[in-house]
């Protein structure tokens, strides 16, 4: 397992279509699965969510040789995240 218990999950060969994703330790026994989104820049997009009348529930943080990811809520609560790939992050 990967930091925070994280492990990516990969189901489709390299360049071949696939559900990619990853799963950790649940922390909300409310909470099952949570959607993430590609996005092109973190930040602006956390900026975004809080402009709209969200909320950023989990700070940007790396997933080595991954990318940055953050988590956040929309107006009704529901909780998404987003992925910034980056095979640099840390």
């Known amino acids: ?14 360049g071949t279509p696939g559900i990619n994703g990853g799963m950790m330790p649940r922390r909300d026994p409310k909470g099952n699965v949570y959607n993430t989104i590609h996005v092109d820049n973190l930040d602006e997009s956390m900026k975004k969510v809080q402009a709209n009348g969200g909320k950023i529930v989990v700070e940007k943080m790396g997933v080595p040789k991954v990318g940055w990811m953050a988590y956040g809520t929309d107006t009704e609560g529901n909780i998404f995240g987003m992925m910034q790939f980056d095979p640099d992050a840390k």
């Open 1 to 14: 397992m990967g930091r925070r218990g994280l492990r990516l999950i990969k189901t489709g060969e390299d």
